[in-house]
């Protein structure tokens, strides 16, 4: 069956990097796009960027400009989120989620993974 | 605050019909398709509605999506006890080099 699995929970300390993965099945991994939402404590969706599995090209919201790296192994069919320079308010579950075109809906999405920043 | 508006809270006992609106502007709901996402208790998003009022398989036909203009809603009829959860919607924003935006999100309460 098609589905998303995520890396476990991490916790970081403020400034630190976190990697979170994302690996794919029961689908050609490079016909779809890959996109990355978070979801702090008690709020809503935020979209963060988008990845094209096929030729690795990214597009990243402006809000995480220079802060967000995602990428892609296509040999384990995996995606990556890399956010640096954490603060507390980068607190939140982090999703992947794929569609078949960047204007898409997004129709499988992985469990999530949890992401605590703190001292 | 969110780009596209919702509002935070509905309710309906079982049976009922409710409606969730979700308002945006021209650069997304106004030239774009919305989509719906069903977010169950400490679960990831499901999505529920795509292209305005398309229905995954699965989907039971009691859920139904409209638009118009720059707004759109979210229909669910003959409700029901596991119909409580949150729901956002969403759409594409043309603005800046386009990007996702999506509602604040609506918890609906079966009373």
């Known amino acids: 069956q098609v589905q998303l699995v995520q890396s476990g929970a991490e916790v970081k300390k403020p400034g630190a990097s976190v990697k979170v993965s994302c690996k794919a099945s029961?689908?050609?991994?490079?016909?779809?796009?890959m996109n990355w939402v978070r979801q702090a404590p008690g709020q809503g969706l935020e979209w963060m960027g988008i990845?094209?599995?096929?030729?690795?090209?990214?597009s990243y919201a402006q809000k995480f400009q220079g802060r967000v790296t995602m990428t892609r192994d296509t040999s384990t069919s995996t995606v990556y989120m890399e956010l640096s320079g954490l603060r507390s308010e980068d607190t939140a579950v982090y999703y992947c989620?794929?569609?078949?075109?960047?204007?898409?809906?997004?129709?499988?999405w992985g469990q999530g993974t949890m992401v605590t920043v703190s001292s | 605050q969110s780009v596209l508006t919702q509002p935070p809270s509905a309710s309906g006992t079982p049976g009922q019909r409710v409606t969730i609106s979700c308002s945006g502007s021209?650069?997304?709901?106004?030239?774009?398709?919305v989509n719906w996402y069903q977010q169950l208790p400490g679960t990831a998003p499901k999505l529920l509605i795509y292209?305005?009022?398309q229905r995954p398989s699965g989907v039971p036909d009691r859920f139904s999506g409209s638009k118009s203009g720059t707004s759109a809603s979210l229909a669910i009829s003959g409700l029901q006890s596991e119909d409580e959860a949150d729901y956002y919607c969403a759409a594409w924003d043309d603005s800046l080099n386009g990007y996702w935006v999506f509602g604040g999100g609506t918890k609906l309460t079966v009373l």
């Open positions: 989620a794929r569609n078949i075109a960047v204007r898409g809906a997004f129709d499988i």
């Open positions: 292209s305005n009022n």
């Open positions: 029961g689908y050609t991994f490079t016909s779809y796009y």
């Open positions: 021209s650069s997304n709901i106004g030239n774009n398709t």
């Open positions: 990845i094209n599995p096929s030729g690795g090209s990214t």
